[in-house]
């Protein structure tokens, strides 16, 4: 028999954790709010069965306000998953706690895990599980995800609720937390209205506490007649007169009360000195009105000193002899010895090793920079970053909660996308994401790394550097002109929780890394090399289809030589530059594997004397620098052009970005020309 069990829980309560744990998925675990944003799936690994875990957004209700909560709630009404495992931070219960009594409503199988049982300990806190079983009426399990201990015996729970359950029939509803009062009201309308309802969603006991608290989600999903619905007011306004407060608030202090209450009997926590824990003490450094951005930015410095450094270079440079030494070596002996025809030989030397070849070098320094980015984000650094920015961009009329999009953004524009669901202001959605393409993604960081060490390898930490924070304040002054232009609107309210901090697990770092260094890898396996492939063929052959001697007679160099008029203005007029160009609408990095296929050069790397040459006749330093801000700015690839489309569901709105990033990219490298031409640099 097949089981779903669900995971719901708060952000930074360890769900993410307890998720990988489970089924063992390299999922990357962030230690701040917004890292899930749809619901992830996995296989049990730790029990027998076929047991589905379905990992949905963290939450902190299943008010459907944002599209998190949206997203949980629509999963748990029309899925119904066999049993939800509700993760509760054992450190911090009581704020925990409404979600469980909101899920307790919904009349499903729950089953509590209480996690970092380990920091609770640590605290000094005792809780009597006990109680809390007896409060809730259900089971509580103890555990602690990021080291494994109580798991299994979760899963165990689990899995006895699911199989009991399924015998037993219907949960019982749980009314505890609500006076009798509400309770009275809630049965009369179970009673008297919802059989006149025409559709059905949930239980009626909980469709009646929504419509009695008056969530126009379900109002409108249940097509509640105006009729109707002013007899659910006469319940509303009675209990309004009641407690004279609006039947929102009521429903809710309801919870609250209950969930105080039983935390109060169920907890005992250890009293505290009046001294600051270790967590005030860095945040009153790192949160410092005057030091805080500074500290970033030093951060932020010190990683790409990394990773361009010594460590970045030896790497690259040891894959950069396996791959277009030894590899190439390989091929091109055992292509010759085995006869093969010349024009393979060529697309094996020219084309893949060329295209394909020129990208995997740089996988360990993209690696090593998601490494140490990942300490920040683990760490609890970033929600904190976060918050500071939010001093700065709310004063150019964004909130700081679109600062965390593009933070993201910086290791690949698609999940910073969709990230943006965490915005409830559509324009804030919006506007975010008309600015997350700005963010460097790891994409764009093998031109770097080649432009840089063909033009400025003495200082290649410092132009990568400032590539990055050119991106940061391009979004910044967009932000301003896009808020007081096409995209008007009051500042949303930015509000964030900001976890303790811990210290990362090796696990969670290697398991980020390798993420992100994975999917580079699967990108050279398929998207660069299928356009490796084209773009040999477009330059070896004629629109006749017949072999050019030179590229520039191909049907590519053509294309090329069309379009090249446009770039020339930014000092990059050549038709080899405009086809990388455009083959990065594909993906970022097939700008350096098309540069190493026209220039003929196999070992398109950083460590490659030949297209490092080529490059020096063909730019200068000062047009190398347009070229990779142009590269900074334009147009994202193909991947994340789509998920804008689905983001925005408007082909207006999605050409407009295009077209707004690809225009600011155009205007920005032509003033890095032109001003560099008139300050004498060439």
């Not at 925990?96 to 199988?109: A, C, D, S």
């Not at 309770?183 to 419509?211: D, H, Y």
């Not at 979004?475 to 990362?504: D, H, N, W």
């Not at 160099?557 to 530059?577: E, R």
């Amino acid at each position: 028999m097949s089981l779903k069990f669900a995971l719901v829980g708060n952000p930074n309560c360890g769900k993410t954790t307890l998720f990988n744990e489970i089924t063992g998925s390299t999922q990357y675990v962030g230690n701040w709010p917004g890292v899930t944003i749809e619901k992830r799936e996995g296989k049990a690994k730790k029990i027998q069965g076929d047991i589905r875990i379905i990992d949905l957004p963290g939450i902190y209700s299943l008010s459907p306000y944002s599209m998190e909560e949206i997203i949980a709630r629509d999963y748990i009404v029309n899925e119904k998953p066999d049993v939800v495992i509700n993760i509760i931070d054992a450190t911090n219960i009581e704020r925990n706690m409404y979600l469980t009594t909101q899920l307790l409503e919904l009349g499903v199988n729950v089953v509590v895990a209480l996690n970092m049982m380990d920091a609770a300990d640590a605290k000094g806190d005792k809780i009597d599980i006990a109680i809390l079983e007896a409060h809730l009426k259900v089971p509580v399990v103890p555990i602690t995800a990021s080291k494994g201990r109580g798991v299994k015996e979760l899963l165990e729970k689990t899995l006895s609720i699911a199989q009991t359950a399924a015998s037993a029939g219907e949960v019982p509803l749980f009314n505890d937390m609500h006076d009798a009062s509400i309770v009275s009201c809630i049965q009369e309308i179970e009673k008297n209205i919802i059989p006149q309802l025409k559709s059905k969603t949930g239980n009626s006991r909980w469709t009646a506490l929504k419509l009695l608290e008056g969530d126009e989600k379900v109002q409108e999903m249940l097509k509640v007649p105006g009729t109707l619905l002013a007899e659910i007011k006469l319940y509303q306004e009675k209990l309004e007169k009641k407690y004279d407060m609006d039947i929102e608030t009521i429903i809710a202090d309801s919870r609250y009360q209950f969930s105080t209450s039983m935390t109060r009997k169920a907890v005992k926590k250890k009293e505290r000195s009046s001294n600051l824990t270790v967590s005030d003490k860095i945040d009153k450094v790192v949160t410092n009105r005057l030091l805080a951005i500074p500290l970033f930015l030093a951060m932020m410095f010190g990683i790409f000193s990394i990773t361009f450094g010594t460590i970045g270079s030896f790497t690259i440079d040891f894959v950069d002899e396996l791959v277009n030494g030894t590899i190439a070596t390989f091929l091109a002996t055992w292509l010759e010895g085995a006869g093969a025809a010349v024009w393979l030989q060529d697309l094996v030397a020219g084309g893949l090793i060329g295209g394909v070849g020129s990208m995997l070098v740089f996988v360990p320094q993209i690696m090593i920079l998601f490494f140490f980015l990942s300490i920040l984000e683990d760490t609890g650094y970033m929600a904190r970053a976060a918050f500071v920015m939010d001093r700065l961009l709310r004063k150019l009329g964004l909130s700081g909660k679109s600062f965390i999009p593009m933070l993201i953004g910086f290791g690949c524009s698609v999940p910073a996308l969709m990230s943006t669901r965490t915005l409830e202001n559509e324009k804030d959605r919006r506007l975010t994401i008309m600015l997350v393409p700005f963010m460097s993604c790891g994409a764009r960081l093998p031109v770097y790394a080649l432009y840089t060490a063909a033009f400025f390898s003495t200082n290649q930490t410092m132009v990568v550097f400032s590539l990055y924070l050119m991106g940061i304040v391009i979004a910044i002054l967009s932000g301003f002109l896009l808020k007081k232009t096409i995209l008007q609107g009051e500042v949303a309210p930015f509000v964030m929780e900001l976890p303790p901090y811990r210290i990362p697990t090796l696990k969670g770092l290697m398991i980020h890394m390798w993420d992100k260094g994975k999917g580079f890898v699967k990108k050279a396996g398929t998207i660069i090399f299928s356009v490796a492939v084209v773009i040999w063929f477009l330059q070896y052959f004629s629109f006749s289809f017949q072999v050019v001697a030179d590229p520039g007679d191909s049907m590519l160099g053509i294309i090329g030589k069309t379009i090249a008029p446009v770039f020339m203005p930014l000092g990059f007029g050549d038709w080899k530059s405009a086809v990388a160009l455009i083959t990065g609408f594909v993906a970022k990095e097939a700008v350096v594997s098309t540069m190493g296929i026209l220039h003929g050069v196999a070992e398109a790397t950083e460590g490659s004397t030949d297209l490092i040459t080529a490059l020096q006749a063909s730019f200068t330093p000062l047009t190398a620098y347009a070229f990779m801000a142009f590269t900074l700015l334009y147009m994202p690839c193909m991947a994340a052009f789509a998920t804008i489309k689905r983001e925005m569901n408007s082909w207006k709105w999605t050409l407009i970005t295009v077209g707004y990033s690809t225009g600011v990219a155009w205007i920005v490298a032509f003033l890095i020309f032109r001003v560099g031409k008139l300050m004498g640099y060439s």
